[in-house]
């Protein structure tokens, strides 16, 4: 009996010895590689809308086709007008991709010169208000700036003052005049996000404002300056009522 026990202890070692060497020859298991991270674009999706109030602060450059004096008398030339600050302000709604706002300008005098016979013999001032209806159109978002195109249309109130002349008329001491005309603007420039609403605005527009008119003397004579526009460069902010980007 105990060299049966005998035989099966020793059996039961070399089975265990013979299992433990399999498995110590057992290559490594084979583990797939780490995927590279995935790195995604920015985003150029946005879907904010809501009301909003803009106000903007600009340099203009003005510019102005010719001056055209009463029938009878030599048109001026050398026409020469001043450059200056505007200011304005709005308000609108925006909706995706797409903004429509109502903006208020002021643009303070600044001066005219024109020479028909010496130098700088005619003088004037001139200011002017335009009102806009803009609509934009935002061409996508990436890290909070956003790129715009748009155009605008409305009004333009054009005063002109302190006109004097020798040469030109209407002669003498003559009235500020002031005018309505056709006013429409086109421009670019992009936007940048400070906060959840407030916004960084800044932009290049092309505005044409019409034609200013002097008041006539006392014959019904006046001179007309002709083609008034202005390549403006603005800076504003843009305050968002509602939260641009709610929580889903």
Same mark, same amino acid.
């Given at each position: 009996?105990?060299?049966?026990?005998?035989?099966?202890?020793?059996?039961?070692?070399?089975? +265990?010895?013979a299992?433990?060497?399999?498995?110590?020859?057992?290559? &490594?298991?084979?583990?797939?590689?780490? &995927?590279?991270?995935?790195y995604?674009? &920015?985003?150029?999706?946005?879907?904010?809308?809501?009301?909003?109030?803009?106000?903007?602060?600009?340099?203009r450059? /003005? +510019? +102005?086709?010719?001056?055209?004096? *009463?029938?009878?008398?030599?048109? *001026?030339?050398?026409?020469?007008?001043?450059?200056?600050?505007?200011?304005?302000?709005?308000a609108?709604?925006?909706?995706?991709?797409i903004?429509?706002?109502?903006?208020?300008?002021?643009? &303070?005098?600044? /001066?005219?010169?024109?020479?028909?016979?010496?130098a700088?013999?005619?003088?004037?001032?001139?200011?002017?208000?335009?009102?806009?209806?803009?609509?934009?159109?935002?061409?996508?978002?990436?890290?909070?700036?956003? *790129?715009?195109?748009?155009?605008?249309?409305?009004?333009?109130?054009?005063?002109?003052?302190?006109?004097?002349?020798?040469?030109?008329?209407?002669?003498?001491?003559?009235?500020?005049?002031?005018?309505?005309?056709?006013?429409?603007?086109?421009?670019?420039?992009?936007?940048?996000?400070?906060?959840?609403?407030?916004?960084?605005?800044?932009?290049?527009?092309?505005l044409?404002?019409?034609?200013?008119?002097?008041?006539?003397d006392?014959?019904?004579?006046?001179?007309?300056?002709?083609?008034?526009?202005?390549?403006?460069?603005?800076?504003?902010?843009?305050? +968002?009522? /509602?939260?641009?980007? *709610?929580?889903?």
């Amino acid at each position: 009996m105990a060299s049966k026990k005998f035989i099966v202890g020793v059996a039961s070692a070399v089975v +265990m010895f013979a299992s433990g060497a399999q498995a110590a020859d057992m290559p &490594p298991r084979f583990e797939l590689p780490t &995927p590279p991270p995935i790195y995604r674009a &920015p985003t150029i999706t946005d879907d904010s809308s809501g009301w909003y109030l803009r106000g903007d602060i600009g340099y203009r450059l /003005n +510019m +102005m086709d010719r001056a055209a004096a *009463p029938a009878g008398f030599t048109d *001026p030339s050398s026409n020469s007008i001043g450059n200056g600050m505007t200011y304005g302000g709005g308000a609108g709604f925006k909706a995706g991709w797409i903004r429509a706002d109502l903006t208020v300008d002021y643009a &303070p005098t600044v /001066n005219y010169s024109g020479t028909v016979f010496t130098a700088n013999d005619i003088n004037a001032q001139i200011s002017s208000i335009t009102g806009l209806f803009n609509l934009y159109f935002d061409l996508g978002t990436w890290y909070g700036i956003t *790129p715009y195109v748009g155009g605008g249309l409305g009004t333009s109130y054009l005063s002109t003052s302190n006109y004097a002349s020798l040469v030109v008329p209407p002669l003498g001491v003559v009235a500020s005049n002031s005018r309505w005309n056709l006013a429409w603007a086109a421009t670019a420039g992009a936007s940048y996000s400070f906060t959840r609403n407030l916004l960084l605005d800044a932009g290049y527009r092309y505005l044409s404002l019409g034609y200013g008119v002097t008041a006539s003397d006392a014959i019904g004579r006046s001179t007309t300056f002709r083609g008034l526009a202005a390549h403006e460069f603005r800076v504003g902010i843009r305050w +968002m009522f /509602n939260d641009p980007y *709610p929580v889903q």
